[in-house]
Nanobody
Framework: QVQLVESGGGLVQAGGSLRLSCAASGRTYSTYLVGWFRQAPGKEREFVAAISWSGATTHYADSVKGRFTISRDNAKNTVYLQMNSLKPEDTAVYYC????????????????????WGQGTQVSVSS
């Protein structure tokens, strides 16, 4: 059973930074891509960033491009989301998700393309 555990959320002032981590366990002998999504109160869950197994391919939502950076350490089965220049509109619960793939350079951006999800971590940005 694949498990994803997010950490690193918290309260930060506008302009500040946070680094989220997503630790995966329960998976062996497979390659998987990872995405970060977020859901603000009263809004639908939306795509934030994604990274391929190789790490060579990344993709970002326009709203976070240039401010957020996704990376991964496959030896630690961990994916990171470095968030800089945070804005109040970044306030949301952030979820990581993963999907098995044979294409080590593939990324995905749609919610239904991911089969495994973490429980989420709250990020709050004050103005």
């Amino acid at each position: 059973q694949v498990q994803l555990v997010e950490s690193g959320g918290g309260l930060v002032q506008a302009g500040g930074s946070l680094r989220l981590s997503c630790a995966a366990s329960g998976r062996t002998y497979s390659t998987y891509l990872v995405g970060w999504f977020r859901q603000a109160p009263g809004k639908e869950r939306e795509f934030v960033a994604a990274i391929s197994w190789s790490g060579a391919t990344t993709h970002y939502a326009d709203s976070v491009k240039g401010r957020f950076t996704i990376s991964r350490d496959n030896a630690k089965n961990t994916v990171y989301l470095q968030m800089n220049s945070l804005k109040p509109e970044d306030t949301a619960v952030y979820y990581c998700a993963s999907a098995d793939t044979r294409n080590i350079h593939e990324v995905r951006v749609r919610i239904y393309e991911y089969g495994y999800w973490g429980q989420g971590t709250q990020v709050s940005v004050s103005s």
